[in-house]
């Protein structure tokens, strides 16, 4: 059965889970990139740590590389590291709300469905 055929408020509810659902995949693909940058960040560090304390570490500022002082740049990570962590928590409380939502929008549909009597395949 095409949505167009459908019950007005089973398509106003299908055209929410639709949209809640692509709100949810963005989400989860933001936190992906934040998690990716968390850990790419743990590594850079790690090795940072340890390094001499006197080796040149340089840092990409647009197209051109800077030497830095070690202290400053591992200054720099760790607070970049704890916005993404703040930013990973943020997204994670919302796919959790999210995750509700549908949840709760996808039972709501199946019991629209069986008061119209509609199957799905």
Same mark, same amino acid.
């Given at each position: ?54 080796? /040149?570490? &340089? %840092?990409?500022?647009?197209?051109? +590389?800077? #030497?830095?002082?070690? $202290? ?5 990570? @760790? ?9 990973? /928590?943020? &997204? %994670?409380?919302?796919?959790?709300? +999210?995750? #509700?939502?549908?949840? $709760? ?5 199946? @019991? ?10």
């Amino acid at each position: 059965m095409s949505q167009q055929r459908l019950p007005p408020e089973v398509q106003q509810t299908l055209t929410q889970y639709q949209a809640l659902r692509e709100n949810y995949a963005k989400l989860d693909a933001e936190l992906k990139l934040v998690e990716a940058e968390l850990a790419d960040i743990d590594h850079i560090l790690d090795t940072l740590k340890t390094m001499e304390q006197e080796t /040149d570490i &340089y %840092k990409m500022v647009g197209h051109v +590389l800077v #030497k830095k002082p070690r $202290d400053e740049i591992i200054k720099e990570l @760790e607070e970049r590291k704890e916005i993404l962590g703040i930013k990973k /928590d943020k &997204y %994670k409380k919302q796919l959790e709300i +999210l995750e #509700k939502q549908i949840s $709760d929008l996808e039972k709501r549909l199946r @019991e629209l469905l069986a008061k119209y009597g509609i199957t799905v395949a």
